[in-house]
């Protein structure tokens, strides 16, 4: 059943932040894009935690994301929707890819998989890196029962060729103002779906949930923009419908890098701290372009 375009739906976006660190201006940009053409089209803004690498997500960065969204004056439509609360929706959609075939565990580490990468000079890295030669794709079920028995640490990989091949039709996504871009999911090999320690993956989940709560634009950085080929795989899969994708530029720092938490990028509530108004953060992060924050607010040193 072919899906209902996304523009003939009404317009429902959504941020979906990582509880794994503060907000800094880079969030800002894509929540502002996201909130503006949700309120613009006179539709709903929905606010999802993604929070489901249990190692490194906090109550407290969940808490702050939801002050900032606040102050900055960026409000959101309904409830806001917490992955870890709902595992067995990630789970029920991984049987049913099991049932059908199309996952295998996969006992590789991630150096054993980087050494083999090198040595067949795998390239372009997909969105999990260097992709997935397919070494346990292609072991016996006897051998792959055998050491799950024996209690061998695995993953959930997508076998891709064989879910391309199931749908026998090319996949495409819809680019706001680019119009209908041809997909090639197989390009970053298997991709893990589900890891002891995270019971489903990012790809998994924001897939679903993003047909659950019925978002027919996606907008979010261009460094995203490589796995909408496999989120629309998935979404081809499970039945769900395609929204319509709108990758923005990133915000970068001083040193022409874009912003990321692990790097110490300025924090939307230390500008606040600093008695920065909301109002000033929002005309900072509105511009289309790759703009730096270097003039006004100066990158934070790491002591």
């Known amino acids: 059943m072919a899906a209902t375009p996304p523009f003939s739906r009404p317009t429902t976006t959504r941020f979906a932040p990582s509880p794994t660190g503060f907000l ?15 309120r ?8 999802r935690i993604e929070d489901i690498d249990r190692t ?7 808490a702050a994301i939801l002050e900032d969204l606040a102050w900055l004056g960026l409000d959101w439509d ?14 029920a959609v991984l049987d049913s890819l099991a049932a059908r075939g199309l996952l295998y565990p996969c006992f590789c580490t991630r150096a054993e998989i980087a050494r083999e990468a090198a040595a067949i000079g795998a390239a372009p890295h997909g969105p999990e890196g260097p992709p997935y030669p397919g070494t346990c794709r292609r072991l016996s079920g006897a ?3 055998a050491r799950i028995a024996a209690g061998d640490s695995y993953a959930l990989r997508l076998d891709v060729e064989a879910a391309l091949a199931s749908i026998k039709e090319p996949l495409h996504f819809e680019e706001v103002g680019e119009g209908l871009l041809r997909c090639d999911p197989a390009r970053f090999g298997d991709v893990v779906l589900a890891r002891k320690d995270t019971p489903a993956s990012y790809h998994l989940c924001v897939t679903h949930d993003d047909a659950l ?16 080929d496999l ?19 990133l915000m970068l720092g ?50």
């Open 231 to 249: 989120h629309r795989l998935l979404q081809v899969l499970m039945g769900w419908p395609a929204p319509a994708y709108r990758h923005h530029p």
């Open 78 to 91: 309904g409830p806001v929707r917490v992955q870890s609360g709902h595992f067995p929706d990630y789970r």
């Open 56 to 62: 490194r997500c906090r109550p407290e960065y969940t």
């Open 213 to 228: 709560q019925g978002v027919t634009l996606v907008t979010r950085g261009e460094d995203l923009r490589p796995a909408t």
């Open 143 to 145: 051998t792959r029962a």
């Open 40 to 47: 613009e089209a006179g539709g709903r803004f929905l606010l």
């Open 254 to 303: 001083a040193d022409g890098r874009r912003l990321a938490k692990r790097d110490g990028a300025l924090a939307i509530r230390e500008l606040r701290a600093r008695g920065i108004k909301a109002a000033a953060v929002l005309e900072m992060v509105e511009g289309e372009g790759a703009s730096t924050s270097a003039g006004l607010f100066p990158p934070v040193q790491n002591s």
């Open 24 to 38: 800094h201006l880079g969030h800002a940009r894509s929540a502002l894009i996201a909130w503006r053409a949700a």
